[in-house]
């Protein structure tokens, strides 16, 4: 089952913040945020991993919950570029007994002028 | 270096018809995966191959087959395209299977059938 995000969409105005959520059935041990341009393929902003570890490069911050088994992305004073769809990414692993990596259901977000 | 390439970049089938989609990556990573993007809607997982020579089922794998030819390249294939499967096709690599390792995807493949 995929991950749901919340909310499903959402408009700003530049400056503005916005969190995301993302929330799992399953055990989460990792989640990597991705961002979408529209005609566009995916690309990777950040990875969480347990322990609050966090990899990433743009100014953009994130949360993980491994026993609530969510992660939340938080966009702080957004510029017209954050527009896009946001979608977590859950890799498998050892531990979960599979190597499938799933992504979340999206999350379409506008930044107006 | 140019990642991950896919061919063709568009593709008009009728229903019934068999194509191969192409993918393959210049990063020497090992695992790769096929999704499908239907408008609005986010991305499912097909299939995937963790490392060379293993392949496994994702999320919606009827009505595909996949061949993991070499380190390289990951080939999709619908062997009678229904219009259900109009859709955006992303194959994505990682270096490898473990939680770190991101998913960097080629430029898709958006194929239509009639």
Redesign the interface.
Known sequence: QQPVQSPQAVILREGEDAVINCSSSKALYSVHWYRQKHGEAPVFLMILLKGGEQKGHEKISASFNEKKQQSSLYLTASQLSYSGTYFCGTPGGVASGTYKYIFGTGTRLKVLA | NAGVTQTPKFQVLKTGQSMTLQCAQDMNHN?M?W?RQDPG?????IY?S?SEGTT?K??VPNGYNVSRLNKREFSLRLESAAPSQTSVY?C?S?AG????????????TRLTVL
């Open positions: 695992s995966y999704y809607m986010g991305l499912r997982l995937y963790a496994d994702g999320e992303f994505a990682r299977t473990y939680l770190y390792n991101e998913q960097f995807f080629g430029p898709g």
